[in-house]
């Protein structure tokens, strides 16, 4: 993404609305920038902010008006007055940040958008989780604090030496250099995106071990990590397998994703 | 749909939060299925939801690529259903998000009998989910648990930005516009609901409770 300094009036809304906070005024320019190294290319500035078409000569000059009478031109907080927002192509490595933050953007490793996995949202088709399994959704970066590859490596690392086998629907494990050590592609540790999901999924047994090793492994890297774990509910609904390990290590289980289990495969053979 | 998984709060902040959302399964039952994502979503509207939207172009709020200035004074904040049904054109998640419980039960209990052939998932508190699964009679399939945020957690905001910026869960709603409303409306520079609504055009899949955000922001601004 890039910033027309010749449109920019440095309204500062852009400031508020980047989720990595990489955009600023340069007061040497007086103009909004942004920080590419900490930009994840999430698009959330150019889809999310509403446009005007107002002309930036114009706007300056109110601005500097409004400035010596000591009034503040406030324009709506979501708007980009002068739509100075525009996208730049993306080459390798760095298209993997906009693959991995932008929502919109289908991952082509499964063709799913947002994260690019379906986890147990489909698994009342899928089968992903069976009785007596447990999946892990290990996230990085959520919320707003982003992460990057090579802090995904050292986790990726630490569960191919347990032994966990890595879901092969999902864009993490697609770039994977060699999935049986976890061993993701080099050429993009050097990039950083707002969140991904690593999956997993082991026998219930083994439910505590997995979370133990999260936690170690969550102490050497700098970011946050928002845990998943995906359960089969027997024939009454009842999940009493995998809640009571987890509440056991300390979680209070206050929110989940349900699945009703209405599907069924309706695709011709 | 992990974005709606880990929404901060403890289950009691959820009593007005309940996602429902469909989607097929790539080459399961993802043939014809548009028209049963769009069924979905005119189904969702008996029940006045909140929000309704899907992951391609958006929620019932958006923003505008050629917005007139005059609109700065008055600014629409109506929730735009229909153009979420009409726009919908290829097999994705569509979500339609509710503030009452009641009217979760009911919508679940009516996808029951319509039989879409789709996976529905809830995503709310885990008890809410339940009460919502038993009053439409089905036992729950799979249930995938949040456990909340972990790790390097001193690099998050209060909890009081957190409550409104986890609810978009793929992060485009940041932090600090959470705490600039919060702000605002602290100042009475703006209602709540106008607070509310500004955020919820940055949810690229029209997730966003704009009803509990309101709420949110007005506790927050009175300092609760």
């Given at each position: 993404?890039?910033i027309?300094p010749?449109k920019c009036v440095a309204c500062g809304n852009c400031t508020y609305v980047c989720?990595?906070s990489a955009i600023y005024i340069d007061p040497a320019i007086g103009r909004a920038t942004i920080n590419?190294?900490?930009?994840?290319?999430?698009?959330a500035c150019?889809?999310g902010l509403s446009?005007e078409?107002l002309?930036p000569?114009?706007v300056r000059?109110l601005r500097k008006?409004f400035k010596?009478?000591?009034l503040r031109f406030d324009p709506e907080p979501d708007v980009c007055p002068t739509a100075a927002f525009?996208?730049?192509?993306?080459?390798?490595?760095?298209?993997?940040?906009?693959?991995?933050?932008?929502?919109?953007?289908?991952?082509?490793?499964?063709?799913?958008?947002?994260?690019?996995?379906?986890?147990?949202?489909?698994?009342?088709?899928?089968?992903?989780?069976?009785?007596?399994?447990?999946?892990?959704?290990?996230?990085?970066?959520?919320?707003?604090?982003?992460?990057?590859?090579?802090?995904?490596?050292?986790?990726?690392?630490?569960?191919?030496?347990?032994?966990?086998?890595?879901?092969?629907?999902?864009?993490?494990?697609?770039?994977?250099?060699?999935?049986?050590?976890?061993?993701?592609?080099?050429?993009?540790?050097?990039?950083?995106?707002?969140?991904?999901?690593?999956?997993?999924?082991?026998?219930?047994?083994?439910?505590?071990?997995?979370?133990?090793?999260?936690?170690?492994?969550?102490?050497?890297?700098?970011?946050?990590?928002?845990?998943?774990?995906?359960?089969?509910?027997?024939?009454?609904?009842?999940?009493?397998?995998?809640?009571?390990?987890?509440?056991?290590?300390?979680?209070?289980?206050?929110?989940?994703?349900?699945?009703?289990?209405?599907?069924?495969?309706?695709?011709?053979? | 749909?992990?974005?709606?998984?880990?929404?901060?709060?403890?289950?009691?902040?959820?009593?007005?939060?309940?996602?429902?959302?469909?989607?097929?399964?790539?080459?399961?039952?993802?043939?014809?299925?548009?028209?049963?994502?769009?069924?979905?979503?005119?189904?969702?509207?008996?029940?006045?939801?909140?929000?309704?939207?899907?992951?391609?172009?958006?929620?019932?709020?958006?923003?505008?690529?050629?917005?007139?200035?005059?609109?700065?004074?008055?600014?629409?904040?109506?929730?735009?259903?229909?153009?979420?049904?009409?726009?919908?054109?290829?097999?994705?998640?569509?979500?339609?998000?509710?503030?009452?419980?009641?009217?979760?039960?009911?919508?679940?209990?009516?996808?029951?009998?319509?039989?879409?052939?789709?996976?529905?998932?809830?995503?709310?508190?885990?008890?809410?989910?339940?009460?919502?699964?038993?009053?439409?009679?089905?036992?729950?399939?799979?249930?995938?648990?949040?456990?909340?945020?972990?790790?390097?957690?001193?690099?998050?905001?209060?909890?009081?930005?957190?409550?409104?910026?986890?609810?978009?869960?793929?992060?485009?709603?940041s932090?600090n516009l959470?705490k600039k409303m919060?702000d605002w409306?602290?100042?009475?520079r703006?209602?709540?609901?106008?607070?509310?609504?500004y955020?919820?055009?940055?949810?690229?899949?029209?997730?966003?409770?704009?009803?509990?955000?309101?709420?949110?922001?007005?506790?927050?601004?009175?300092?609760?």
């Amino acid at each position: 993404m890039k910033i027309n300094p010749d449109k920019c009036v440095a309204c500062g809304n852009c400031t508020y609305v980047c989720p990595m906070s990489a955009i600023y005024i340069d007061p040497a320019i007086g103009r909004a920038t942004i920080n590419r190294s900490e930009c994840v290319e999430c698009y959330a500035c150019f889809n999310g902010l509403s446009q005007e078409h107002l002309n930036p000569t114009f706007v300056r000059t109110l601005r500097k008006v409004f400035k010596l009478a000591r009034l503040r031109f406030d324009p709506e907080p979501d708007v980009c007055p002068t739509a100075a927002f525009e996208p730049d192509p993306l080459e390798w490595p760095r298209v993997v940040r906009r693959a991995f933050s932008d929502p919109r953007v289908p991952h082509e490793s499964t063709g799913v958008h947002g994260r690019g996995t379906e986890e147990v949202k489909t698994n009342d088709i899928s089968g992903r989780v069976g009785p007596g399994e447990v999946g892990f959704t290990i996230e990085f970066g959520r919320p707003g604090v982003g992460v990057w590859f090579r802090d995904i490596q050292k986790m990726c690392w630490a569960l191919a030496r347990a032994g966990v086998a890595f879901e092969k629907k999902n864009p993490i494990t697609s770039m994977m250099s060699d999935v049986a050590t976890g061993t993701i592609r080099e050429d993009i540790m050097g990039e950083k995106v707002l969140s991904a999901i690593v999956e997993i999924k082991v026998p219930v047994a083994r439910t505590e071990e997995i979370v133990r090793l999260v936690w170690d492994v969550e102490n050497q890297i700098d970011t946050v990590v928002a845990l998943g774990v995906g359960a089969r509910c027997d024939e009454n609904g009842d999940e009493n397998a995998v809640a009571p390990i987890l509440e056991k290590l300390g979680y209070r289980l206050e929110r989940a994703k349900t699945n009703i289990g209405l599907g069924r495969i309706t695709n011709a053979a | 749909m992990t974005n709606t998984l880990h929404r901060y709060g403890p289950a009691e902040s959820f009593r007005d939060d309940y996602v429902v959302f469909a989607m097929c399964s790539k080459g399961r039952n993802d043939e014809g299925s548009v028209e049963k994502l769009r069924k979905f979503l005119v189904m969702a509207l008996d029940y006045r939801p909140v929000n309704l939207g899907d992951a391609l172009h958006g929620g019932a709020l958006r923003p505008c690529t050629e917005m007139n200035p005059a609109a700065h004074w008055q600014r629409d904040t109506t929730p735009d259903f229909a153009s979420v049904i009409r726009d919908l054109d290829a097999p994705t998640t569509v979500a339609a998000v509710f503030d009452n419980r009641p009217a979760a039960e009911r919508f679940v209990s009516d996808l029951r009998k319509a039989d879409l052939g789709l996976s529905i998932n809830i995503s709310t508190s885990v008890d809410g989910a339940e009460q919502c699964c038993f009053a439409a009679g089905i036992p729950r399939h799979s249930v995938g648990y949040s456990l909340g945020f972990e790790g390097k957690t001193e690099k998050l905001p209060d909890g009081s930005v957190l409550l409104l910026s986890t609810m978009c869960g793929h992060g485009m709603v940041s932090h600090n516009l959470a705490k600039k409303m919060i702000d605002w409306v602290k100042e009475g520079r703006r209602t709540p609901e106008q607070a509310a609504a500004y955020m919820t055009r940055f949810c690229s899949c029209g997730v966003f409770n704009p009803s509990r955000a309101a709420r949110l922001l007005e506790s927050a601004a009175r300092g609760e």
